[in-house]
């Protein structure tokens, strides 16, 4: 039998068994209700039949080379039913690179949106995006 000695607890700093929840940490959390309604277009057997064709035919990463596990739209299709089935407008990407893809473009991990960001410099060469490294504070 192998010992695990205890660990610290992230949330309240007190020791809590190895590979065990502390007390203090929810259970379970509460769903997003949202992620059902982005989730419905991706149930379709339109969008099924596409993924399986475009994943046959493009069956690599297109950024990596690895093998492409994701369908991902090039263009945000935003509620754009003929976008969201356009063959044109679809990439395979591997797990890594379409994670990379989706928070750098689409807000994750407190990034901003794409289309929020301002682009460019102002007057003086600093630049008008807000977090960008030049314009935080440190």
């Known amino acids: 039998m192998v010992f695990r000695a205890p660990s610290i607890c992230p949330r309240c700093r007190q020791p809590k068994p190895a590979g065990q929840r502390c007390g ?35 069956p690599t990463c297109c950024r990596c080379g690895e093998h492409a596990s994701v369908v991902d739209h090039a263009r945000p299709w935003r509620s754009d039913r003929r976008l969201f089935l356009d063959p044109a407008n679809l990439q395979s990407l591997c797990r890594s690179c379409h994670s990379a893809k989706t928070s750098a473009e689409d807000g994750g991990f407190g990034n901003p949106l794409a289309d ?8 003086t060469g600093r630049p008008l995006d ?3 490294p030049w314009n935080l504070p440190g």
């Open 116 to 123: 929020d960001r301002p682009g460019g410099c102002d007057a």
């Open 24 to 58: 203090c940490t929810p259970v379970a959390r509460t769903p997003d209700p949202r992620n059902a309604e982005r989730a419905r277009p991706y149930a379709t057997p339109e969008w099924k039949a596409l993924r399986a064709q475009h994943l046959k035919a493009h």
């Open 130 to 132: 807000p977090h960008h």
